[in-house]
Every structure is written in C-alpha cells, then in structure tokens.
C-alpha cells in the first residue's frame, strides 16, 4: 500500500483512459474525464504531467471537466 499522505502513480490509471479510447474510439463514454471522480481526483488532478498528457492526447478543458 501506499504511505499516508502519498499519492499514487497516475500512470497506471492514464493508461486505462487511453486504452479504453484506443479500443473504442468513436464511443463518447470514453472521451470525457470527471475529475470530481474520487480516483481521477486523487491521481490524476494532483500531477500537472497527467493533465498535459490528457491534453496532448487531444482532451480539451471542457472534456477533463
């Protein structure tokens, strides 16, 4: 587990996201990101990288809302 007070790895959920485009791009379901989910909360929005990778893969503000 993690330590107190640590974040966890973004990696892992980033490759999920994109996966889950990759395998069905043309689905809406996968081309927007909540960032008041819980996990999505915790791991991506604390990492500035995470959020440029979002972006860079063509998510707009509005899409990682």
């Known amino acids: 587990g993690l330590a107190p007070?640590?974040?966890p790895e973004p990696l892992p959920l980033l490759l999920k996201v994109l996966s889950n485009i990759a395998k069905d791009p043309t689905s809406d379901k996968f081309r927007q990101?909540?960032?008041s989910n819980k996990k999505?909360?915790?791991v991506i929005v604390?990492?500035?990288a995470s959020i440029a990778i979002?972006?860079?893969a063509g998510f707009a503000r509005e899409q990682i809302a």
């Open 33 to 35: 990101l909540k960032l």
């Open 46 to 48: 604390p990492s500035e």
């Open 5 to 7: 007070g640590a974040t």
């Open 40 to 42: 999505v909360a915790r």
């Open 54 to 56: 979002l972006r860079d």
